[in-house]
Nanobody, 118 residues
Framework: QVQLVESGGGLVQPGGSLRLSCATSRSIFSIYTMGWYRRAPGKQRELVATVTSAGDTNSADSVKGRFTISRDNAKSTVYLQMSSLKPEDTAVYYC????????????WGQGTQVTVSS
């Protein structure tokens, strides 16, 4: 059973910062593309950012320049550093591990709530 253990969500004021973490097994982390998705109330889940095992990153236009995805191979952990947070960033954030060659192997974390409010 693949486990993705997320942490770091919470309540933050507009303009603030948060860092999300997602840890998994080394065997998964060394191969899979890791990513963060989010689902805001009343909306569909959307891509936030991904990083491949080679370190190539991709992010949604809505978060470019504010969010940074990174991975620590020694800790088998992927991070999402979020800065200049806006109320519209409020959502449940999900960690994802996707095999690069097939969608058959695609795993999700339990989700962590991020609320941006004054």
């Amino acid at each position: 059973q693949v486990q993705l253990v997320e942490s770091g969500g919470g309540l933050v004021q507009p303009g603030g910062s948060l860092r999300l973490s997602c840890a998994t097994s080394r065997s998964i982390f060394s191969i899979y593309t890791m990513g963060w998705y989010r689902r805001a109330p009343g909306k569909q889940r959307e891509l936030v950012a991904t990083v491949t095992s080679a370190g190539d990153t991709n992010s949604a236009d809505s978060v470019k320049g504010r969010f940074t995805i990174s991975r620590d191979n020694a800790k088998s952990t992927v991070y999402l550093q979020m800065s200049s947070l806006k109320p519209e960033d409020t959502a449940v954030y999900y960690c994802n591990a996707r095999h690069p060659a097939t969608l058959f192997y695609n795993y999700w974390g339990q989700g962590t709530q991020v609320t941006v409010s004054s």
